[in-house]
């Protein structure tokens, strides 16, 4: 054997990954679905299980009048089938100002109701308000939480160092969102590359931006055969499978004990497929 390496891709042998994280499961959401189901990306939604159901307006920073009414629970199953369904707090307090126990109850309460209605495991979050700090942290990653969605940009396409403070690369509305799309895309870095735009529906009605949108995620599929379209949790359970492969000492064979099929490049330009729960006798390699 050669020398080697072991360096995650995506399904596919693909080194991009496209996500999209929406929060409070307002009724926009129900038209927005249709526009990520158009363009076959994928989402994660975070909801507040204790404010689903609840009617309500308010003005955008434009002075428009916006309906901030929220799914009802009985929808939730079947709307948010096909994306990620994220907790967000059961009533959306701000969870550094409430005390240690009162945040506790927001977050595993939260996770208990969201997790009976759709009947999956809930492992990502998204901090209201965006407001976090250590104990809040702490209380997620007790909970069970994999990852969470701070909402600070990065402007920048780097895989997440620590999932429980997720930083998007930027807010849909971001000035700068088709720039980044195209540094983006046409990147033929060997880097694996992780593009994370975040946002709320109702902004869409808000700042009439459902075109703005449209225009990113049209431009974005054009690239669907270099990027893998997923949810956040997927993104960091392939993660988390690809870490978990056991090499043998000479680099000949690997066993993946997961059940994730995932694709590693073991050298310069040299793919490899690891089937799940399989040992996979690897490529001969040279320097
Ligand atoms: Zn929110």
Same mark, same amino acid.
């Given at each position: 054997?050669?020398?080697?390496f072991?360096?995650?891709?995506f399904?596919?042998? @693909?080194?991009?990954?496209f996500?999209?994280s929406f929060d409070?499961?307002v009724v926009?959401?129900r038209r927005?679905?249709?526009? #990520?189901?158009k363009?076959?990306?994928?989402a994660t #939604? +975070?909801?507040?299980y204790?404010?689903l159901?609840? @009617?309500?307006e308010?003005?955008?920073? &434009?002075?428009?009048?916006?309906?901030?009414s929220?799914v009802?629970?009985e929808?939730?199953?079947?709307?948010?089938?096909?994306?990620?369904?994220?907790?967000?707090?059961?009533?959306?307090?701000?969870?550094?100002?409430?005390?240690?126990e009162? &945040?506790?109850y927001e977050?595993i309460?939260?996770?208990?109701?969201?997790?009976?209605?759709?009947?999956?495991?809930?492992?990502m979050?998204?901090?209201? #308000?965006?407001?976090?700090?250590d104990?809040?942290v702490?209380?997620? @990653?007790l909970?069970?939480y994999?990852?969470?969605?701070?909402? +600070?940009?990065t402007y920048?396409?780097?895989?997440?160092?620590d999932?429980?403070?997720?930083?998007p690369?930027c807010?849909? &509305?971001?000035?700068k969102?088709?720039d980044? =799309?195209?540094?983006?895309c046409?990147s033929?870095s060997f &880097?694996?590359?992780?593009?994370?735009?975040w946002?709320h529906?109702?902004?869409?009605?808000?700042?009439?931006d459902?075109?703005?949108?449209?225009?990113?995620?049209?431009y974005? $599929?054009q690239? @669907?055969?270099e990027?893998?379209f =997923?949810? +956040?949790?997927?993104?960091l359970?392939?993660?988390?499978?690809?870490k978990?492969l056991?090499y043998?000492?000479d680099?000949?064979?690997?066993? +993946?004990?997961?059940?994730?099929d995932v694709?590693?490049?073991? =050298?310069?330009?040299?793919?490899?497929?690891? $089937?799940?729960?399989?040992?996979?006798?690897?490529?001969?390699?040279?320097?």
């Amino acid at each position: 054997m050669g020398k080697r390496f072991n360096i995650p891709q995506f399904p596919g042998h @693909k080194n991009k990954v496209f996500t999209l994280s929406f929060d409070d499961g307002v009724v926009q959401d129900r038209r927005l679905i249709k526009l #990520f189901d158009k363009y076959g990306v994928k989402a994660t #939604f +975070n909801l507040g299980y204790g404010v689903l159901g609840y @009617k309500g307006e308010s003005l955008s920073p &434009a002075g428009r009048k916006i309906d901030i009414s929220k799914v009802k629970k009985e929808e939730v199953k079947k709307l948010y089938q096909d994306h990620e369904v994220g907790g967000h707090g059961l009533y959306h307090s701000s969870l550094t100002g409430i005390g240690s126990e009162g &945040a506790m109850y927001e977050i595993i309460e939260d996770k208990r109701c969201l997790e009976d209605l759709i009947e999956k495991p809930v492992t990502m979050f998204a901090y209201p #308000f965006g407001h976090y700090d250590d104990t809040v942290v702490q209380l997620l @990653k007790l909970a069970g939480y994999k990852g969470a969605r701070t909402v +600070n940009s990065t402007y920048r396409f780097d895989l997440p160092k620590d999932p429980l403070i997720l930083d998007p690369t930027c807010h849909y &509305a971001d000035e700068k969102i088709m720039d980044l =799309a195209r540094q983006f895309c046409e990147s033929r870095s060997f &880097a694996v590359q992780m593009f994370y735009v975040w946002g709320h529906a109702y902004e869409l009605d808000g700042n009439d931006d459902w075109d703005r949108l449209e225009e990113l995620l049209s431009y974005i $599929a054009q690239y @669907k055969d270099e990027i893998w379209f =997923a949810g +956040n949790g997927q993104i960091l359970s392939y993660l988390e499978a690809c870490k978990m492969l056991e090499y043998s000492v000479d680099g000949s064979f690997v066993y +993946n004990p997961t059940c994730t099929d995932v694709d590693v490049l073991t =050298a310069f330009g040299v793919e490899e497929h690891i $089937a799940a729960g399989k040992i996979t006798k690897l490529k001969e390699t040279s320097l």
